[in-house]
T-cell receptor
Framework: QKEVEQDPGPLSVPEGAIVSLNCTYS??????FMWYRQYSRKGPELLMY????GNKEDGRFTAQVDKSSKYISLFIRDSQPSDSATYLC???????????FGKGTRLSVIA | DVKVTQSSRYLVKRTGEKVFLECVQD?????MFWYRQDPGLGLRLIYF???????EKGDIPEGYSVSREKKERFSLILESASTNQTSMYLC????????????FGPGTRLTVL
């Protein structure tokens, strides 16, 4: 079983839809959870960051972490064509350890 | 603004050539990473470094080596390039704090013929 599982998609939604992206993981020691967004031909950029369990909201984006289920989610409200990108989940233990990435989900928002 | 630059955006090399990919950062970050990204396989960690002159193997180090002589510069070396090393190579940096955001460079698309 891979440490982090993420459905690669592709996912295609109409403009204005609510998008739900998810990852599951197996390592219960993970404490830091992140979502990166990667546009075509660019490097990934941090979108959302959450420490331990709970919700975090930033504009149209909400990140959720459920450590009991080892499940994290990213919700995008009122999706826009500019949200079309690959979304990668990432997580890590405390201390100086590398991030573990999911494979990424490719999202297309159609105008 | 963190700036992570990579020496080339596109590179074409022949099988057996020695290839150097350079990454330079201007944020005084201690940690630096090299990944490759392939369709269907995601980001895979090749090597990383938490200090000058220090290096650690990632998940797929075979066929690669690294050099970190200065804090701001982390080089990935393909000793003898092979066609299965055709990929997108991404460098990233990270400060040593509890909040470890990684900042990525723009990537180098390497093709080995």
């Amino acid at each position: 079983q891979k440490e982090v599982e993420q459905d690669p998609g592709p996912l295609s939604v109409p403009e204005g839809a609510i998008v739900s992206l998810n990852c599951t993981y197996s390592n219960s020691a993970f404490q830091y959870f992140m979502w990166y967004r990667q546009y075509s031909r660019k490097g990934p950029e941090l979108l959302m960051y959450t420490y331990s369990s709970g919700n975090k909201e930033d504009g149209r984006f909400t990140a959720q972490v459920d450590k009991s289920s080892k499940y994290i989610s990213l919700f995008i409200r009122d999706s826009q064509p500019s949200d079309s990108a690959t979304y990668l989940c990432a997580m890590k233990n405390s201390g100086n350890t590398p991030l573990v990435f999911g494979k990424g989900t490719r999202l297309s928002v159609i105008a | 603004d963190v700036k992570v630059t990579q020496s080339s955006r596109y590179l074409v090399k022949r099988t057996g050539e020695k290839v150097f990919l350079e990454c330079v950062q201007d944020m005084d970050h201690e940690n630096m990473f090299w990944y490759r990204q392939d369709p269907g396989l995601g980001l895979r960690l090749i090597y990383f470094s938490y200090d000058v002159k220090m290096k650690e193997k990632g998940d797929i180090p075979e066929g690669y080596s690294v050099s970190r002589e200065k804090k701001e510069r982390f080089s990935l070396i393909l000793e003898s390039a092979s066609t299965n090393q055709t990929s997108m190579y991404l460098c990233a940096t990270e400060g040593q704090s509890s909040y470890n955001e990684q900042f990525f460079g723009p990537g180098t698309r390497l093709t080995v013929l």
